[in-house]
């Protein structure tokens, strides 16, 4: 099983996090230490799970606050808790297959979701149709399993992951089921207005092309300026003496 890699600026979202916590005295969520030594351990034991949720949309660049770590695993994996064991400690289980432990060293929480699950609209995809990126479940398997649950969060991480990755996005539409297209469609859509009515992003277009407008004509004045000093200055000079 591959690693589930955190970059750097991946774990900048737990630092700054903690950090908040502290400054306002509330209990904080986990740090990238913590968050680092939970995912090393799951690591250990994943065996065929796929990691969903917050850390997926944080992988796929939309950097969110999570504080946990949720993976989809097969119904067919009898064992996956037995393998947890020395790393994770149960606090709930269902017998529906959804799980709740706890990570032993770090106390970050981990949820198991079973393939196949009945969701707000309509069935969790198994783990095959999902597909996978490394140790995470696909593009398309993400949006697929927020579009099911369909929670406020999963509408945002929706249309936040379709700002940073509009074209990838758009491409997943055709794959998705033919009930979950409409929707997908919606998010899509409001996406694209609220990049379009973005001031900020309209800011930074606006100082791009001026700036990109500045560095293309400046030579241009220039150059018709130095030319014509030169001619001048050659038409000034006395006979016979040599121009410089």
């Known amino acids: 099983m591959a690693e589930a890699v955190l970059t750097p600026a991946d774990l900048g979202i737990f630092i700054f996090a903690k950090g908040v916590g502290m400054a306002l005295d ?24 796929l990691i969903i949720g917050g850390l997926a949309v944080i992988h796929y660049g939309y950097r969110r606050l999570t504080d946990d770590i949720d993976i989809l695993y097969a119904n067919s994996d009898g064992k996956i808790l037995e393998r947890l064991k020395p790393y994770f400690k149960v ?31 309509g069935f969790i995809p198994w783990l095959k149709a999902a597909g996978s990126e490394g140790a995470f479940i696909s593009l398309l398997g993400l949006v697929w399993l927020k ?15 379709a700002k940073v990755k ?23 859509a409001q996406a694209q207005r609220e990049l379009a009515n973005d001031p900020w992003r309209q800011n930074r277009e606006r100082t791009k092309r001026a700036d990109a407008g500045s560095v293309s004509e400046a030579p241009g004045r ?19 003496k040599p121009g410089k």
């Open 26 to 49: 509330i209990p904080p969520g986990p740090g990238p230490e913590e968050m680092m030594a939970a995912t090393e351990d799951l690591r250990k034991v994943q065996g065929s799970a």
């Open 91 to 121: 606090v709930l289980s269902a017998t529906n297959g959804w799980h709740e432990l706890k990570h032993r060293k770090t106390g970050v929480r981990l949820e198991l979701i079973p393939e196949g699950g009945l969701g707000t609209h």
């Open 147 to 161: 579009l099911i649950s369909e929670r406020g969060k999963d509408t945002i991480d929706i249309v936040e992951l």
């Open 166 to 188: 509009p074209e990838e996005l758009a491409a997943l539409r055709d794959k998705l089921p033919e009930e979950l297209k409409g929707r997908f469609a919606e998010l899509l």
């Open 222 to 240: 220039y150059a018709k300026k130095k030319r014509a000093a030169r001619t001048k200055r050659r038409t000034e000079e006395p006979p016979g």
